[in-house]
């Protein structure tokens, strides 16, 4: 999977594909798409009460 990032973002193999820090563009990229993955779940589990059910039942098999 990495090796296809690389690969695919002409990026050298071991450099960053994603920096954090510098102009500060990859800390809100990550707390942007940490936002949009947790906004996503919420959603899923208004439409879909059975995803709650699924989710507790993944959750407590886990554990």
């Keep these: 999977m ?3 990032l690389w690969n695919a973002t ?3 193999i071991g450099e960053p594909v994603l920096r ?4 500060g563009i990859g800390v809100v990229a990550l707390v ?8 996503m779940r ?9 995803a709650r ?3 507790a039942l993944a959750e407590a098999a886990i554990a």
């Design 2 to 4: 990495t090796a296809a």
């Design 10 to 12: 002409d990026h050298a």
């Design 20 to 23: 954090i820090g510098g102009n």
């Design 32 to 39: 942007a798409i940490g936002a949009g993955f947790g906004a």
């Design 42 to 50: 919420l959603v899923r589990g208004r439409l879909v009460p059975r």
């Design 53 to 55: 059910l699924v989710d």
